[in-house]
């Protein structure tokens, strides 16, 4: 599926883009825009999609995005079928580099931050002190207006300018063509897995939902993913159960069917397989890591 253009209508007293997003869960697809943006979610977790990058959010994730870099958020299940205790709910910021005249982004001064933005082409998870006093700032621009509004905007992009508190989420090698065509099968066979992955997806099914033959999906597959499909999906569905096992008490059986496992052993094989330790032990080293550094 093509990335959907997304705009967001802005104020006309207003240089720039501030909005909290509530619901149910976050309702935007795979989609792009020629801002900047900076979101912070404040409630939910889930699943973030940017560029080529596949990973998990929950509160307090901190992403800037850069323009026209495809990205969504999907909610975990019991946000999308109505069973979370609590909304979703997320501060987005957008700006475009003329927001403060055409000549702004070029002061000296800047510079510093125009580096910031080149990174930015790949989105940036913001990690650290700088996510916590980034996160302060989203919620104050939030009640603020006029200078005292944009003043908390700089204040960010200070932070971030002398921050290395980051990391690069899609690949270095990763493009997105806009015009790309409708049926693009990389966008559509990748958020298919990333919404479906805890189900059993077949080789067929997935075949289908690319509109290709069995032996046609598995050559392409391979050679745009350098993986084999199964491979993928259980990259994913381990990824998955990490965050699982790291931040709820399920038991590792409930786990393994919850991440699309049908039996223990075979989890048990790909967890080895891919983190190079059982989910057991996977979940005492997170502990003991716990433990030494809040106590």
Not at 62 to 90: C, M, Q, R, S
Not at 215 to 228: A, L, Q
């Amino acid at each position: 599926m093509k990335a959907i253009e997304c705009r967001l209508p802005q104020e006309f007293d207003k240089s720039f883009i501030v909005f909290e997003e509530k619901g149910p869960y976050f309702p935007v697809p795979w989609h792009y825009h020629p801002e900047y943006e900076l979101v912070l979610v404040t409630k939910s977790t889930g699943r973030r999609m940017v560029g080529d990058h596949i990973g998990y959010f929950n509160k307090g994730d901190l992403v800037f995005i850069g323009p026209y870099l495809p990205h969504f958020w999907v909610n975990d299940p019991e946000y999308l079928n109505g069973k979370a205790n609590t909304p979703a709910e997320a501060i987005v910021i957008h700006f475009v580099d003329s927001f403060l005249g055409n000549d702004f982004m070029n002061i000296p001064e800047m510079e510093p931050f125009r580096k910031f933005l080149d990174k930015s082409k790949r989105g940036l998870v913001i990690k650290g002190d700088a996510k916590k006093e980034i996160n302060q700032l989203m919620h104050d621009i939030l009640k603020a207006s006029g200078i005292q509004r944009l003043s908390y905007l700089l204040r960010i992009f200070d932070i971030l300018s002398a921050s290395s508190e980051y990391e690069p989420l899609a690949s270095p090698v990763y493009k997105y063509d806009a015009q790309m065509s409708k049926r693009d099968p990389f966008s559509i066979i990748t958020e298919y897995i990333l919404r479906n992955f805890e189900s059993d997806i077949s080789l067929p099914e997935i075949a289908a939902v690319a509109n290709m033959a069995v032996t046609t999906f598995c050559n392409f597959f391979k050679e745009r993913y350098r993986v084999t499909f199964i491979e993928y999906l259980n990259t994913v569905r381990i990824g998955h159960a990490c965050k699982l096992l790291k931040d709820s008490n399920r038991n590792i059986m409930e786990i393994a069917y919850s991440c699309g496992f049908n039996n223990l052993s075979n989890f048990n094989r790909q967890f080895k397989k891919f983190k190079k330790m059982t989910p057991r032990e996977f979940r005492k080293r997170v502990n003991v890591e716990e433990m030494r550094l809040t106590g």
